[in-house]
């Protein structure tokens, strides 16, 4: 039977406040029904097996945080690489089998812009099949365990989900499982401990980190999640980065002008100072060959004024002697 459009939710009868509402888990209706009266129940959560209702189970908080981890860096991926579209709002397919139609609600799913079947806007269920499911494991009864890990897994593994994961708190219960040519599931293999999706090309994870569950901010620097994690922070960081190089690299530049200018200031002060010295010097020698020639001239207007007065002292003497020798004569 094909999905069909959902009408009102059945009417019940109010429950007391704080009573658990009334599983009707176990009970055989038919697929009309299904859509009609249970597929939207927000009390109790069912997914249809070849007729008979099933309620999904219930996860423990830490496996939830594990899921909740995966789903925000799978939310990263989609963001930074929209090849996908992710739904985790209870949405279920409709996959016909060999052994009977089941009506599943993975705990999200992922549908590739590749897909066959688009997903419009409007959908309140999915009319093809999903490329990824992803389901919180339930270990609160045996039932729960072998319900995703062996039922559901040969269910979407024949109804042509290319990739199922399995999230758990415990390392132990992590499954993750790509679906062959054969149509069945065998594990990713992981490298270093690394899983790699092949429906969505890029995507991969840590297993480890799945449980340590590191901060997503701190991802961005890990070479794992760093080509999907946050790459327009990275970005902006690295440009911020990079502007304040250029601006220490500018300011180095600036100050080595600086620098130069200062050293230029100084030697055209030291070449002033040295011109200034050299003009001072050489007024000084020409003051020196000054005086030299000052008191050389006054040298020489004293030895002519000497050999002037000694001229007239020999003129004075020769008169002298030519008066005593006319004396002497008159005598």
């Not at 945080?65 to 995966?70: D, N, R, S, T």
């Not at 690394?194 to 994870?205: D, E, N």
């Not at 911020?240 to 601006?247: G, K, V």
Request: glycine share 4%.
């Amino acid at each position: 039977m094909s999905q069909t459009a959902l009408a009102e939710p059945r009417r019940t009868r109010p429950e007391p406040a704080g009573a658990a509402p009334p599983s009707a888990a176990g009970r055989y209706v038919s697929e009309e029904e299904y859509w009609r009266d249970y597929y939207r129940d927000s009390d109790v959560h069912y997914e249809w097996n070849n007729g008979r209702l099933e309620e999904k189970p219930v996860s423990n908080y830490e496996t939830f945080l594990v899921y909740q981890w995966f789903m925000l860096l799978l939310e990263h991926f989609l963001t930074a690489r929209p090849i996908a579209r992710m739904v985790a709002l209870e949405m279920g397919f409709r996959l016909p089998l060999p052994t009977g139609t089941v009506i599943r609600k993975p705990d999200f799913g992922v549908v590739c812009n590749d897909n066959p079947q688009p997903l419009l806007p409007l959908d309140a269920s999915y009319r093809g099949v999903f490329d990824l499911c992803v389901e919180a494991l339930s270990d609160q009864e045996r039932r729960d365990l072998l319900r995703d890990t062996v039922v559901k897994k040969a269910e979407y593994a024949a109804g042509g989900v290319p990739e199922y994961y399995i999230m758990h708190r415990a390392p132990e219960h992590q499954a993750f499982f790509t679906r062959t040519a054969a149509g069945v599931y065998v594990p990713i293999a992981s490298e270093d401990g690394v899983i790699r999706s092949r429906v969505l090309p890029g995507l991969q994870f840590r297993v480890a980190d799945l449980c340590r569950r590191p901060a997503h901010g701190t991802l961005r620097d890990d070479p794992v999640y760093a080509a999907f994690v946050l790459p327009a922070w990275r970005a902006l960081e690295e440009r911020a980065a990079a502007q304040a190089q250029a601006l220490r690299e500018a300011e180095e530049h600036a100050a080595a002008e600086a620098q130069a200018r200062r050293e230029a200031e100084q030697d055209a002060a030291a070449q002033a100072q040295a011109r200034q010295q050299a003009q001072q010097h050489a007024a000084a020698e020409s003051n020196r060959a000054d005086n030299e020639s000052h008191r050389a001239a006054a040298e020489a207007q004293a030895r002519r004024q000497a050999e002037r007065r000694a001229q007239e002292a020999e003129q004075a003497l020769a008169r002298l002697q030519a008066q005593l020798a006319g004396r002497d004569a008159a005598q």
